[in-house]
């Protein structure tokens, strides 16, 4: 019996011991930093930072390769290898005619000064020296094929306050003045209507003084009676014309604001102009005019013409546009858009409808001094049926 009891206390003992040893020898090796199946470990002392929204990833911009100078190339050169190089270069931005492929470039001559880093156009390089004489001028050069050039007068207001620049590309929108006119003479309604009558005598047929008007029968009640009466009925004031806008020409490409250079030369540097040096001295100033008031610097006039590459239809379409003194507006378009859409007149029908106005109802009184006009955005320019500006 006191063998059994022994034998539990040494049992007992040895759990205890085993105990003590898990606790302080064990339990304090262990990696404090190992983290526990479906655990996430954070050290003392630290900020959990709350989770960062990943915004939507934007579109991939596509890149399209083009011949650049990688130097400097004066009129006339030729391009070696070693000044060309391809370089990638957004799609949505390609410039007009630019070479893709270094063979188009490599072996030509330069048709103008190029720089740097320049993409390099078709227009740019000529086959050999022979054609540099008579390669005409670089706007014909750089218009896309199987369209053509022409010019339309601007002013501040159609050009999008001169913002239009060479490459852009724009919408063409017209109004015109409708007004009913006679078929055969071709003339402004109404017609001028005069009464003939004939002498009984000498039965001469004379011509009385000529009206403008219709000729309708009315009913007047006298004292025998309803009885009709020819009468003539003549307009109040001269016809008022039907306003009518629409776009007509879209994505016509701009080929320049303003006057093109005398020598047709449109890229790179003037060769006939002579840069200064960095050793050029300062004209000196006279001394009897070194205290004088400098002149005041004058601003450049602004362009009063825009060039547009577009159809040869289109072409004679804004011709006639122009001939006919019909007004011209231009929208400018995103760089990215070059879609073309159907469009609808706008007449003043067209506005009502859409934009939900009333036509206002008529009150037995009225504002006074009475509305005759209202302000208008430009004031000259204007048209006038008359032939006068008003």
Known sequence: MQGRLRFLLIVAFLLVIGALIVVFVILPS??????????????????????TLVPPTQPAIVFVDIVVAVQNLSRGALIPPNAVALFPWPEQSLPVNALTTLEDVIGKRARTDISQEQPILQSMVIPDLSQLADVGSDLAASIPEGLVAVAVPVDRLTSVAYGIQRGDRVDVIISALFVDIDEEFQSALPNLISFTTINPETGAIQILTGIEGRTESVSLVTEDGARPYAVVVGPSEQARPRL??????????VMGLGNF?????????????????LDAQPTPIPANQSNATAAPTLAPPRPDIVTLAVTPQ????????????IPITFALRSASDTAQSPTVPVTLDYVLTTYGIQVPDKLEYSLEPAIRSI???????????SGTAP
């Open 261 to 277: 250079p005398a020598n047709g030369i449109l890229y790179g540097l003037d060769p006939t102009s002579t840069p200064v040096g």
């Open 244 to 253: 009518a806008t629409q776009r007509t020409i879209q994505d016509a490409l």
């Open 30 to 51: 262990r990696d404090p930093d190992t983290a526990q199946p479906g655990t996430t470990q954070v050290p003392a002392n630290t900020t959990v930072e709350p989770a």
């Open 314 to 325: 289109d072409a004679v379409v804004l011709t006639y546009l122009i001939e006919a003194k």
């Open 375 to 385: 302000r208008q955005l430009v004031t000259d320019q204007q048209i006038s049926l």
